[in-house]
């Protein structure tokens, strides 16, 4: 069983910058993929960014050229660099996992599921 726990949300001001943590209980980089996702009330959650082995990489557009996905193998923690945020990035932030060799923004991909990091910025 692979247990998921995000850190580093918080409050900043528009055009400002967080990093998000997922610390991995059994970090395995060569069996799983992981993503970040995001949620805000009423509405369904999305992805955000993922990464797989070798840092294949994959990015909602609306955060494409602003957030970057990232990990730490000696850590076993997942990253999530967020720069020039804006009011609409305010959302609860999940980290997410598959035993996969691709990854995807599908949330019915993923079966491993922290429980969430608040984010919220203000104009």
């Known amino acids: 069983q692979l247990h998921l726990a995000e850190s580093g949300g918080g409050s900043v001001q528009d055009g400002g910058s967080l990093r998000l943590s997922c610390a991995a209980s059994a970090y395995t980089a060569s069996s799983y993929s992981y993503a970040w996702f995001r949620q805000t009330p009423g509405n369904e959650r999305e992805g955000v960014a993922c990464i797989v082995i070798y840092a294949h990489t994959a990015y909602a557009t609306s955060v494409k050229g602003r957030f970057t996905i990232s990990q730490d193998n000696a850590k076993n923690t997942l990253y999530l660099q967020m720069n020039n945020l804006k009011p609409d990035d305010t959302a609860m932030y999940y980290c997410?996992?598959?035993?996969?060799?691709?990854?995807?923004?599908?949330?019915?991909?993923?079966?491993?599921w922290g429980q969430g990091t608040q984010v919220t910025v203000s104009s």
């Open positions: 997410a996992a598959a035993v996969s060799s691709w990854c995807s923004l599908w949330t019915s991909f993923y079966n491993y």
